[in-house]
């Protein structure tokens, strides 16, 4: 079983950056897909970008590709979403997922944290 717990989330102005992190639990981290998720208030939850097991793939949402990016360190269980150029539609909970393969849907993914409030304001 893998714990996820995410953190760095905050208030930020349009166009600024933002780091957020998840520290895994477990010995088995490298056996998994990390991914991030969001959801904005009212709206479903939502794919943002993933990353293979040993950091060699990733793919994002559209929305993100160029502004997000993703990365992994497995020898210290930890997966980071840097957020370049935020904009006041990226405000959500930003959820951070374990899953066993490169996939998009929320339920491709086993594990899931609490969630960081990410809030940019125009």
């Known amino acids: 079983q893998v714990q996820l717990v995410e953190s760095g989330g905050g208030l930020v102005q349009a166009g600024a950056s933002l780091r957020l992190s998840c520290a895994a639990s477990?010995?088995?981290?490298?056996?998994?897909?990390m991914g991030w998720f969001r959801q904005a208030p009212g709206k479903e939850r939502e794919f943002v970008v993933c990353i293979g097991r040993y950091g060699g793939s990733t793919y994002s949402s559209d929305s993100v590709r160029d502004r997000f990016t993703i990365s992994r360190d497995n020898a210290k269980n930890t997966v980071a979403l840097q957020m370049n150029s935020l904009k006041p539609e990226d405000t959500a909970v930003y959820y951070c997922?374990?899953?066993?393969?490169?996939?998009?849907?929320?339920?491709?993914?086993?594990?899931w944290g609490q969630g960081t409030q990410v809030t940019v304001s125009s």
């Open positions: 477990g010995r088995t981290f490298s056996r998994y897909v």
């Open positions: 997922a374990a899953g066993q393969s490169i996939a998009t849907m929320t339920n491709s993914y086993e594990y």
